[in-house]
């Protein structure tokens, strides 16, 4: 048995890595599994609990999250995207839309609160870092806002007495806003095309 089937809640995107070859995906039926072993995780992870006869369940749009009742299930399993989430500002809102990062964490925390012995939940705004690679600084503040409002959603749910909240970024991005733009009044999501005489010397002393 693979150690992750015993995770009590795994949310996120990537349902192409769950999928063999010739399983086609339920959202989006002109794209396949991208498994060369021929086995379709989803099953398998959905068969597990049915033979240790757990309380469990699948979901792969927000309607289906939003009916999940924490009381009834404690093992969720929710894969949302072929690929990657999509980035907030493009998030599909819709009941057969994707869920805000926040719904996810709550909804997670729901199941987890029921031992206990105390829990681990691990959240990631991992978009942030795609917006970066992509040099998308609106979309990169969007997702950064993302995790502030998950955060916010997650100490409201919890006895913070007694929890430990780490937030921590795993590695930095080259992305920063400086205030020497130009003219005065640039857009703050705009570029800078102006790179200031002193700046330069000053550079050029340091190489």
């Known amino acids: 048995m693979l150690i992750w089937f015993d995770f009590k809640v795994i949310l996120g995107g990537g349902r192409r890595h769950w999928l063999p070859k010739v399983a ?32 469990a369940e699948y979901v792969w749009n927000n309607s289906q999250l939003d009916k999940i009742d924490a009381k ?12 990657h989430m999509e ?12 869920p805000p990062l926040s719904e996810m964490a709550v909804k997670a925390l729901s199941i987890l609160q029921k031992n206990n012995k105390g829990f681990f939940l691990f959240v990631e705004s991992g978009r942030i870092d795609h917006a970066h690679h992509y040099n998308n600084p609106y979309r990169a503040l969007e997702e950064t806002l993302v995790l502030e409002s998950t955060l916010e959603a997650i100490m409201s749910k919890v006895d913070l007495s007694d929890t ?8 930095s991005h080259v992305m920063t806003m400086g205030g020497l733009a130009t003219p005065r009044g640039n857009d703050i999501l705009g570029t800078c095309n102006f790179i200031p005489t002193q700046y330069c010397a000053t550079l050029s002393n340091i190489i």
């Not at 498994?35 to 959905?46: P, Y």
């Open 87 to 98: 980035f907030e500002v493009d998030r599909d809102k819709g009941q057969n839309g994707d």
């Open 72 to 83: 009834n299930v404690d093992y969720l399993l929710g894969l949302f995207a072929y690929s």
């Open 24 to 55: 086609q995906d339920p959202e989006q039926p002109t794209d396949e599994g991208r498994r060369l072993d021929g086995r379709n995780l989803i099953d398998d992870w959905i068969r597990d609990k049915k033979k240790r006869n757990i309380k």
């Open 164 to 171: 430990l909240i780490v937030v921590t970024a795993d590695h």
